[in-house]
C-alpha cells in the first residue's frame, strides 16, 4: 500500500491517471502528446503506478497500451472509507453538493 | 464503431486453482459475488450470472475458451439485452503464478464506450476483485458484501 501513496503523491502521476480514465488503452506516445512533460519522464511515472498496480499494461503486437487500475484504490477505500457509515458519507456529500449549488454536478 | 476495454490487476495470495474455482464454482461465487456463474464451462457452451437470491439470470454469453486453471474467456451481455449481438461485450480472465503470488488480470473489451454496460462493469469489478481478494486470503468477503449476503 506504500507504494499507491507515494504513486499518488504527485500532481503529474495522478494527471496521467486522470488521462487513462478518459481514454483506456493509450500508447505512451498518445500519452506523450497529451502531457507538458518529456518522454522520458511520462515513462518514468509509468513505471512507478505500474509497480503500485495502478496502471495495468496489455501488449498489442508492439504497441504497449495502458490502463487505469483502480482495484488498488478500491483497497484503500474499502480500509477507510467504508468502515464508516455509509449514510452519514452520503448525507456529507448532498450537504456539500447543496452548498456548493447545482452548477457543480 | 469503435469499442472500448478496461483492464484490471489484481495480486491475490492464493493458488491459480482456488482462483478458477472461485469463478466458476456457484458455490464460491455466492459469497464473495453475491451472485453465482453457472455453465459447463465447455467452449461454445452458454453461461448465466445469476442472482444468488432470486437465481434470475442477470448476466448471460457463450463461453469462448476454457483453459483451468490459466485462463476462462466469455462472452457478457446483459440478460435483457440478449437477443442483441451488438450488446454483447467479452471477459478474459488470466490466471498466471507470480512471485508467490497469483496474478488474476481481468481484460473486459469490446464494450460500447460510455455505454450504462460500461458504467456497470467499471463499477463493478474492482468491488467484486478486492472482495475475491478477501474471500480467498481470509476466508471472509468484504463487509459491505456480508452485511448482504446475511440478510
Known amino acids: 500500500m506504500d507504494a499507491v501513496f507515494k504513486a499518488l503523491a504527485d500532481p503529474g502521476r495522478r494527471k496521467l491517471l486522470d488521462r487513462l480514465f478518459e481514454s483506456p488503452g493509450l500508447t505512451l506516445g498518445q500519452l506523450c502528446e497529451q502531457m507538458d512533460m518529456t518522454r522520458q519522464a511520462v515513462s518514468q511515472h509509468l513505471a512507478l503506478l505500474e509497480q503500485a498496480n495502478l496502471v495495468s499494461t496489455v501488449w498489442r503486437g508492439r504497441e ?3 490502463f487505469l487500475n483502480p482495484v488498488p484504490i478500491h483497497e484503500v477505500y474499502d480500509r477507510w472509507v467504508k468502515k464508516f457509515e455509509r449514510q452519514s458519507m452520503r448525507a456529507l456529500a448532498q450537504l456539500k453538493k447543496r452548498l456548493e449549488g447545482e452548477r457543480h454536478d | 464503431m469503435t ?22 464454482k456457484p458455490e464460491f461465487a455466492r459469497q464473495y459475488w453475491l451472485h453465482e456463474n453457472h455453465s459447463d464451462w465447455r467452449p461454445g457452451s452458454s453461461w448465466e450470472h445469476r442472482d444468488r437470491e432470486t437465481g434470475q439470470a442477470k448476466i448471460v454469453g457463450k463461453v469462448v475458451e476454457s483453459n483451468p486453471p490459466h485462463r476462462l474467456v466469455f462472452t457478457w451481455a446483459a440478460a435483457a439485452e440478449a437477443k442483441d449481438p451488438n450488446a454483447y461485450s467479452r471477459v478474459t480472465f488470466d490466471i498466471e503464478p507470480l512471485d508467490g503470488m497469483v496474478k488474476l488480470t481481468v481484460t473486459h473489451d469490446e464494450l460500447i464506450p460510455g455505454s450504462s454496460m460500461e458504467k456497470g462493469i467499471t463499477n463493478g469489478w474492482p ?24 440478510r
Open chain 2, 3 to 24: 469499442k472500448t476495454e478496461h483492464v484490471y490487476v489484481m495480486y491475490i495470495d492464493s493458488t491459480p486453482n482456488r482462483i478458477f474455482d472461485a469463478i466458476v
Open chain 2, 127 to 150: 468491488r467484486v476483485l478486492s472482495s475475491l481478494k478477501s474471500f480467498l486470503e481470509t476466508g471472509k468477503p468484504l463487509p459491505i458484501w456480508a452485511k448482504a449476503a446475511a
Open chain 1, 64 to 66: 504497449k497500451l495502458h
